[in-house]
């Protein structure tokens, strides 16, 4: 099951489940658009993977077990391990090469 985290770990701003700026990795490393963009241009800084949009949990539970108030969202904010200078090489190492063939 996704952990859906409750920041961004490179600009800390509240990315709440209902959210549709959440980006994420497939290890589930969390950021926002804004900082996907701008910043980390498509490079996961942890796994040098690339991103989608998070998927919504829904608040309702449409089938018994399966909702967000069954599988309520992570409140432990996650933040980057990597120093924010040191990242512009790695990023621009591996931002030329498409997700799909990294
Ligand atoms: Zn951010
Ligand atoms: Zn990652």
Known sequence: ???LRPNCEYCDR??????????????????????VEQH????????????VPRPIRPRNAYRSGVSLQDQPASDRRVQLRHDKQRLAGFISDIAPTPPEKR
Do not use: K, W
């Open 1 to 3: 099951m996704l952990e």
């Open 40 to 51: 980390l241009h498509n490079v996961c800084p942890n796994c040098g993977g690339g991103f």
């Open 14 to 35: 509240d990315l709440p489940p209902q959210s549709t700026l959440a980006r994420i990795c497939s290890y589930e490393c969390t950021f926002c658009a804004d900082c």
